[in-house]
């Protein structure tokens, strides 16, 4: 997909019990730290946390109004564990642009954070809807299956996901 979109998609599996996350200094923020305090906590207990990085010259939308929105939700998704607040930021883009498969990619990491995984893998299924050969969409998927529980599904995603490109789908 337009040379891989995906320019850094960090799995990071993390042991969110052993209390492995914690608030770090930034010293250039990608824009001003959130406005309000958010009453959502950072993380949520259990499975993993996903985390993902888009080359900005790659970013499919022709509309820099959703480009804006879309970076703004990956800040808060991405630096500050801000999940349901960058929900908004997604759903602004694709209010924008439907067809903004990167925004559909980052809804669905989002929701998974939230352990929301339903809703993550149809998020997924309409990234992976227009842009079916994006491996790292495939992979992703693929762990947000394991976390729900749908180890089969999640086998055959990974298998996908190598298909594609065989630096993913180890699963």
Known sequence: MRGLI???ILLIAIAITG???FQTE???PLINPPPSISTEPDVHPGGS???IAFKGDEISTKSPEAKERFITGLT???QYARYNESLEYFDAALAIDQNFSEAWLAKAVAFHNMKQYEDAI???DKALELSPGDAGTWSLKAVTLWDSGKVNESAVCFR???DLDPRYGTG
């Open 6 to 8: 995906v320019f850094g």
């Open 19 to 21: 209390g492995c996350i």
């Open 26 to 28: 930034h010293s250039a």
């Open 49 to 51: 946390a996903l985390a």
């Open 76 to 78: 808060y998704l991405t």
């Open 122 to 124: 149809r998020c997924y």
């Open 160 to 162: 996908r996901a190598n």
